[in-house]
């Protein structure tokens, strides 16, 4: 019962974790038909920008995720204008996108790199011990993590259904050149979708950070994974991914602990190759139709 | 006025030819001019690069299918050479077409799981089957064998294969001229490859492909089997990847799994990138451009990764096709000539013709019709 207690608290942890990082990238997906691969350079700055908040500056740990937020709001930015921007209008963007998001990706990690060192270090901000249940013990870390999650999960419905951002948003990715006719500046709206997914992707990256190391190719493996739950729950559905990411960390810490920790991440992956066999798009994606 | 697609591409096919015996002997005779050793073989690891890109390419560029897994099965054909040499004590020119063969099933069967999906979804997918092989190798610490009392896991885990032979040019060259076999080695993969990919551009194969790509349902529509040729373009680009695969552990003398890393990756994707995605000739520009990149940037290590995708972005910013493109538009240029990648303004003068005519007075038409 202890063992399967522990397995249950295990998974809802790692599952926040994911759940933490697939919102920012269903949120890009939703409003510009975007799969960004650099979601893990957003990861990585927030997780520095706390890092640096607290032990540099020394802080208190209140002002970690308002610092990890500001600092990921100002990357999204300066990202849309130099990269996205340009490239948004052009043929074949969801394909170019991918690639040039995997070199970005690259290029802030190296950054990183020759900034801060390569040394892992731990996330000055955590929460220490936990709460008992039954023989296990539940960290605060995680339950702070969940609750952060719902947090962003809220505001980030909140401002897709009840702003004006939202209204344009959701009006651009419906019909760019319709919005635009009636008046929606295209160009800033992405830049304002970009500069929220780029917030809470950074406020994510704090979380996943406190339950991993800091290293700066910190992003790149939650972000594989992220997008790998996103897939499966059907892209830019929000509500399913978060649903999923649970569901299937609890997957993965159990295969763990049954074949061994080696196979966690493959076990999730074949389980995923097999649901999109039979569903190409996802447990929960609608099947688009595409205009000829 | 303008030549018919049939003369066009008769035109093109013989560019393409004379372009292509031009490259060759420059290759063949590059050694005569004794650049060194250090040289030759980084032109040799050049031509490897150049032949993994050209066949991606078939899959990347032509049919139009994101997968970001090549990679995957170049080091499955690497590992496959060098696994047969180690454990079965083959020679490795008996065991390249056995690495050829894992590569083409390996390449089969991430065509078959990526069947049904579209666009982003493939590229996710073949990108996460290719770190899980990446990190299942990393991880290996099981013993399969021993040698002199060291563990030798069976994949190699972190550490990688080596002392699985090699091609035996040292005992066939000696060991000064030991280079020139790898490079002739390496010149002749891309030879072969890059014929290969040429037939099949040039084939109705080519043509079904590229119909594929630029819309699916249409070709589907008209009778092309599109399980059937996504399977077959991924057969192909399995072969050649394979065999290029077993000519790089084999000249390496060791293999590592760092042929799946991402920075790899990114390397040789940003040699398509840089080259132009979907063209002949821009695998081997691209991996010219990018292996020269390479070598100037090796100086600054520091900043080795980041200069490499820095040039990925600034090229997907101002060279959208890429440098085959830009030697296109430089040989197509004609003095006075609009660019052709532009779409030429509308002269709504010339439009005026085709409008309806509207209600004239009785008496013009009385005119006309006299």
Redesign the interface.
């Known amino acids: 019962m202890d063992i399967f207690l522990q397995i249950v608290i295990s998974g809802l942890t790692v599952g926040a974790m994911y759940a933490a990082g697939t919102i920012a990238l269903s949120l890009l997906w939703n409003s510009m038909g975007m ?1 960004n691969l650099a979601n893990g350079a957003f990861i990585a700055i927030g997780g520095y920008a706390a890092y640096w908040c607290i032990t540099v500056l020394h802080a208190s740990w209140i002002f970690a995720l308002p610092v990890a937020a500001a600092a990921g709001l100002i990357s999204g930015y300066i990202f849309y204008h130099l ?1 996205v921007r ?2 948004y209008q ?1 043929a074949d963007f ?3 996108i ?3 998001t ?3 990706a ?2 802030v ?3 990183i ?2 900034i801060a060192g390569p040394e892992a270090v731990r996330q000055p901000f955590q929460i220490a011990g936990g709460l008992p249940i039954g023989g296990v013990i539940l960290p605060y870390q995680t339950l702070a993590t969940f609750a952060v999650v719902i947090i962003l999960l809220i505001v980030i419905l909140w401002i897709l259904t009840r702003t004006r951002l939202g209204l344009k948003i959701r009006a651009v990715s419906q019909q760019k050149e319709a919005a635009q006719l009636m008046g929606v500046h295209v160009s800033q709206t992405f830049g304002a979708a970009m500069m929220l997914a780029a917030t809470v992707a950074a406020v994510s990256g704090v979380l996943v950070t406190a339950n991993t190391q800091l290293f700066p190719g910190v992003g ?1 493996d939650a972000t ?1 994974k992220a ?2 739950i996103c ?1 499966i729950a059907g ?1 830019g559905n929000i509500r399913a991914s978060i649903l999923m990411a649970f569901a299937l960390g609890l997957f993965e810490i159990s295969v763990q602990y049954i074949f061994g ?2 196979y966690g ?2 076990a999730m ?1 074949t389980l ?2 097999l649901v ?2 039979v569903r ?2 996802g447990l929960f994606g609608k099947e688009t139709v ?1 205009r ?1 | 006025m303008n030549p018919t697609p049939e003369r066009s591409d008769r035109k093109s096919m013989k560019r393409d030819l004379w372009a292509g015996v031009a490259l060759l002997a420059a290759a063949l005779l590059y050694p005569l001019l004794n650049p060194g050793n250090y040289v030759l073989s980084q032109v040799a690891l050049l031509f490897i690069w150049a032949a993994v890109v050209t066949q991606w390419n078939l899959v990347f560029g032509f049919a139009g299918i994101l997968s970001l897994g090549h990679m995957a099965i170049f080091a499955i054909g690497g590992y496959a050479t060098a696994m047969v040499g180690l454990y079965w004590h083959w020679s490795l020119w008996a065991a390249l077409p056995v690495g050829a063969f894992a590569s083409v099933i390996a390449s089969i069967l991430m065509g078959a799981a990526t069947l049904r999906l579209r666009g982003p979804y493939v590229a996710i997918m073949t990108l996460a089957i290719s770190q899980v092989l990446y990190s299942l190798i990393l991880t290996d610490v099981t013993c399969f064998t021993h040698r002199q009392q060291v563990c030798i896991n069976f994949s190699g885990g972190a550490t990688g294969l080596s002392r699985y032979g090699d091609f035996g040019f040292n005992q066939m060259l000696g060991f000064q001229y030991r280079v020139l076999g790898d490079y002739y080695l390496c010149l002749a993969l891309l030879i072969v490859g890059s014929v290969f990919a040429f037939l099949i551009i040039y084939s109705a194969l080519g043509a079904t492909f590229r119909a594929l790509r630029d819309n699916r349902v249409c070709a589907e529509a008209r009778g092309v089997d599109g399980v059937r040729y996504q399977l077959l373009v991924f057969a192909m680009s399995g072969l050649f990847t394979g065999l290029a695969g077993g000519v790089f552990a084999g000249i390496n003398h060791s293999l590592g799994p760092d042929v799946l890393s991402p920075s790899l990756l990114l390397f040789v994707l940003s040699m398509m990138i840089v080259g132009g995605r979907g063209t002949k000739w821009g695998p081997i520009l691209g991996a010219a451009a990018l292996m020269l990149a390479d070598i100037v940037l090796r100086d600054f290590p520091t900043i080795r990764v980041g200069g490499l995708s820095l040039i990925i972005i600034l090229v997907m910013i101002f060279l959208p096709r890429g440098v085959a493109g830009l030697v296109d538009d430089i040989f197509n240029w004609l003095p006075g000539e609009t660019s052709r990648s532009m779409p030429a303004g509308i002269d709504f003068r010339q439009l005026q013709k085709f409008r309806t005519p509207k209600k004239a007075p009785f008496r013009s038409v009385s005119t006309r019709m006299s």
């Open positions: 799969l990269l340009w490239m052009r969801q394909i170019n991918i690639i040039a995997v070199a970005v690259a290029l990690e190296n950054g790199l020759n790149f594989l997008l790998v897939i892209l920790q080696r991440f493959p992956l995923i190759i999109l066999i190409p798009a595409t000829l």
